[in-house]
């Protein structure tokens, strides 16, 4: 994790990229940098809070701009409680081979450093066999593998294999382009071959949307992509052969009808590209990392929070992944989603590593929020399993 330097900012190492690294990475789309790599303010996750804190906020349930308040006045009194816990989720890493504009993780080329280790991967495999072993832990029933691009990790198949073999449902949060690098060009049938799910963000089935928010050459990579996932039989209904693709909004708005976005997805696909997936997760964009720099740029900010304020659901709060899943980090801490990760804010447990799991702690804590939790709860809701409401 970034740590602070003398002058407030984040302590920046210049990107070293291994030769394996740089031939994996050398071929994705364009190239930018991280708010990490630009030494930029904003990196800091405390200035990322601080500038949604700064937002003048005088609507929505309770008119105080207070997540915890909007809870308890939708009848969740003293916030947010764990549902049984069904998903550990592991951020292997912020390396990727793409720098996307929108990436709440500020994952980029030049992430080297931020990759989970053996002792690690080791780490979260034995918390895993202790809660499957613990009375409240039989609901756990699958290992959701982020990032970064997940797969530039170099203990990423041991950790697949591993799982699938403790007979767990796995998926790979896969960009897509680098299932074109050449290095990784096996891991469709590779996957296949061990029924995992393959959950690939796509912005947008046209190509400028793609590229304005990936980088140019992303929607021809991607499409090349989905065509090597449907030829190892993915996308076409088989249980065992999942690819769902995850969308969030170019610009300003609140995410789509899930479903009839997907059907016009599938519709479009198939007609244009001869691809075909499984299901279509349609996520809002959260308002923190390079999405709340890009808002900052564009003066949007006050108004994307506004759509977030106007949207509040309150019946998307049950189903938001805090309740029902672990988060680790790449240096095995623990939160309570991938976005709490990112902000630092550490889970309300006795304990900060996932060595150290309990599982029981676990489900008595209350879930941590700030105000990039109107990201989830706007509209249908949004999680990394889709609308909640
Ligand atoms: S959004 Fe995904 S693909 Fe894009 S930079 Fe972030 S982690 Fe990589
Ligand atoms: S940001 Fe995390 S903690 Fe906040 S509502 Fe969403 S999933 Fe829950």
Not at 106 to 135: F, K, Q, T, Y
Request: charged fraction near 20%.
């Amino acid at each position: 994790m970034p740590s602070p330097s003398g002058d407030g900012h984040p302590a920046v190492s210049l990107p070293v990229l291994s030769a394996e690294l740089v031939a994996a990475v050398g071929d994705g789309p364009k190239r930018t940098t991280s708010l990490y790599g630009r030494r930029t303010p904003l990196a800091a996750p405390e200035a990322q809070l601080a500038a949604l804190d700064a937002v003048p906020i005088d609507f929505g349930p309770t008119g105080s701009g207070s997540f915890h308040a909007d809870l308890e006045v939708s009848g969740w009194r003293g916030g947010l409680t764990p549902a049984p816990l069904e998903i550990v989720q592991v951020n292997v890493g912020k390396l990727c081979n793409m720098t996307c504009r929108h990436c709440h993780v500020d994952s980029g080329p030049d992430r080297v450093e931020e990759n989970m280790d053996r002792e690690g991967v080791d780490a979260c495999l034995a918390a895993i066999d202790r809660i499957l072993a613990h009375p409240d832990g039989a609901s756990l029933h699958t290992v959701d593998l982020t990032g970064g691009a997940p797969e530039l990790n170099p203990h990423f198949e041991y950790l697949v294999d591993a799982c699938v073999a403790r007979g767990l449902h796995v998926i790979d949060r896969c960009n897509l382009t680098i299932l074109r690098t050449n290095r990784y060009r096996h891991l469709p049938e590779w996957l296949a071959a061990r029924g995992v799910e393959v959950a690939c963000s796509l912005p947008h089935y046209r190509q400028l949307g793609t590229d304005a928010q990936r980088g140019d050459g992303t929607y021809r990579k991607s499409i090349e992509a989905l065509r090597a996932l449907n030829a190892a039989g993915y996308g076409q209904g088989d249980p065992s052969r999942v690819l769902t693709l995850v969308t969030n909004p170019v610009g300003s708005f609140l995410a789509g009808s899930q479903g009839s976005l997907e059907r016009e997805w599938q519709e479009a696909l198939e007609r244009n590209h001869g691809v075909t997936f499984d299901r279509l997760f349609a996520l809002n964009n959260m308002p923190m990392s390079r999405y709340l720099e890009w808002l900052l740029e564009k003066g949007q900010l006050e108004t994307y929070m506004g759509r977030l304020l106007e949207g509040f659901n309150p019946a998307a709060i049950e189903g938001l992944m805090c309740r029902n899943t672990v988060s680790v980090s790449w240096d095995g801490r623990v939160y309570d989603c991938d976005f709490n990760q990112q902000l630092e804010m550490d889970a309300a447990v006795p304990f900060t590593h996932i060595a150290d799991f309990d599982v029981e702690a676990w489900q008595a804590r209350t879930v941590r929020t700030a105000r990039h939790c109107y990201g989830c709860t706007a509209g249908a809701g949004s999680s990394c399993g889709g609308a909640t409401a």
